[in-house]
Every structure is written in C-alpha cells, then in structure tokens.
C-alpha cells in the first residue's frame, strides 16, 4: 500500500521526480500531442513549409474555425499538435515576444530566439506546484539571416532544430516516410508536395483540402503565406493525392 501511495505521489505532482527521474505529467502531456492531429514541417532549400491535418469532425463544422497554423511574426509561422486551447495560449505568447523585440530592438526576432523563449516559459510549468505542463508541441518555422529554420517543442521545454518532422497522431508512419523521401536541396514548392504526400501516408482514401491547411514562408521575401484551398487542391491533384469524391459520397451514405 505505501508503495502504491508514492507511486501515485510522483504521479500526481509535476515538481516531484519519481526514483527513476521521470516526470509523469511531462509524459502524459506527450502522450496528449500524440492524441492530436497530425502536423508536418519541412525544411527546404528556399523557405518552410508547414502542413496540418485540421481533422474537421462534421460537414456542419466551418473549417476556418480550426486553426493549427498560426502567423507569429510576418517571417515566422506556427503549426500545433495537441490540445488546441493550450496551442493558443503559446502562440500568443509568442506574438507578444515577436512585437516586444520589434519595439526594443527596431528589428524581427530571430526564428531561434523565439523558439527558446517559448521553451523558458513551456519549462516553468514543469517546476511549479499547481500548474500543468502545456499538451501540446509546437513547430515553429520561418527565416532568420536569409535561411530557412525549423523548430520543434516539446512539453517539456526542449527545444530542437529539424530538416523535417511530423508530429501528432500517425507521427511514426510519416517520419519514416520523411526520412525516406527528403532532400536537403528540396525546393520550396516540391517540399510543399512531400509534406502533403507524407500526410496521405495515414490517409488511405485521399485528402481534401478543406481538411488540411498549407502556409509557406518563402525565403526571399521572408513573408508568411497561408494557400488558399484553390492552391492545395492544385498540389493534391498534381501529387495524385486528392480524395475520390464519389467514394467519400458512398462512406457517408453507408454511415
């Protein structure tokens, strides 16, 4: 029984280390990225890309009301994985200390600058009784100095740099696909094809573009764009991945 009790202890508590020196909430607040939808960064030779599988739950839901990427700064854009209320609380975080660096220093905050403040504040709630750890990882890219960067954060407050990731539900499959696939000469509109082909990996019937979102932030203009779905139905049908409409009209009617 005593032992039971100090299990659930360190269980329980965000600031107490079990013997083994693990932190359990830290790993359940991993466990809640894995329950999220999928999202995808790429690292090409002229920009990022970022994908995201917005999951729309019903045809009755408008799809601009899911938001997993977020513009931060005009050269910086962020997509999410995990419990969404937590994504925005960081995201406007990280808009506020994109704009507090505008002011001070008369000058666009560097990608991975951003990126370690975000992490300071996601590894305070990793030593403060009371608090949770934020459910949800981050990734967070854009251009600093003229070159593409791309970061991942992890609930913990670990900031890491990637060529290319995917995180969120169906993580293995596309990361394998990834590492597979990747280049690091890839260019910007054929990195926005990988991402997307490396999302049809965990769906079998095709994608759609109201299901997915695409933004982009171009190396020589250092600007953050979000397509349009005119512009993602271009790439799904250009890389073969667009869903059968006539099939998705029969799974709903079996439904």
Known sequence: MQGQAQQQAYDRGITIFSPDGRLY???????????????????????????????IRSPLMEETSVEKIHKADDHIGIASAGHVADARQLIDFARRDSQVNRVRYDE????????????????QYTQVGGARPFGVALLIGGIEDGEPRLYETDPSGTPNEWKALAIGSGRDDI?????????????????VGLALAGLGQVHDDGLTPEGIGVATVDAESGSFIELTDDEIEEY????????????????EQSE
Do not use: F, M, W
């Open 25 to 55: 909430q830290v790993e359940y607040a991993r466990e809640a990225v894995k329950r999220g939808s999928a999202s995808i960064g790429i690292r090409a030779d002229d920009g990022v890309v970022l994908v995201v599988d917005k999951r």
């Open 108 to 123: 666009p905050i560097g990608v991975e600058n951003l990126t370690k403040d975000i992490t300071d504040h996601i590894q």
């Open 175 to 191: 990361q394998q696909y990834l590492e597979d696939e990747y280049s690091e000469d890839v260019a910007l509109e054929d990195a």
């Open 236 to 251: 799904l049908v250009d890389n073969d991945l667009l869903a059968d409409e006539d099939e998705e009209s029969d799974d």
